[in-house]
């Protein structure tokens, strides 16, 4: 599977957790900013560095998505590997999906 389809893939994966997907040119800010997943007014969103490769910005969705039930989701057998990848014990605890309590740091 093209790493293109992949990222359609999770992108679509995302829009049916009403995830937002934002791209950003984040080197032009004055303060350190990574891609990755945040929330803003409530509703959650991933902002990506428009300068990442494709493979980065698979990995910070795959990122993303682990914070989410995606298990009942149809889903092509590479993405449930790779969405799979990362034991729930190595994820950083940015915040609770489906609360309003997070950390100041959910931009990671």
């Known amino acids: 599977m093209k790493e293109s389809a992949i990222l359609e893939d999770l992108e679509k994966i995302a829009g049916q957790h009403k995830i937002r997907i934002t791209t950003a040119n984040l080197k032009k800010y004055a ?13 959650y969103r991933v902002i990506l560095d428009k300068h990442l490769h494709l493979s980065e910005k698979i990995d910070v969705l795959i990122d ?8 009942a989701a ?35």
């Not at 590479?78 to 950083?92: A, D, G, H, M, N």
Request: hydrophobic share 35%; proline share 9%.
């Open 31 to 43: 303060y350190f900013m990574k891609s990755g997943l945040c929330r803003v007014r409530g509703e």
């Open 64 to 71: 993303a998505l682990q914070h989410f039930d995606v298990e």
């Open 74 to 108: 149809p889903l092509d057998p590479v993405v449930r590997r790779l969405l799979e990848k990362k034991p729930q014990s190595e994820q950083p605890e940015l915040f609770h999906p489906g609360t309003k309590t997070h950390s100041a740091a959910a931009v990671n």
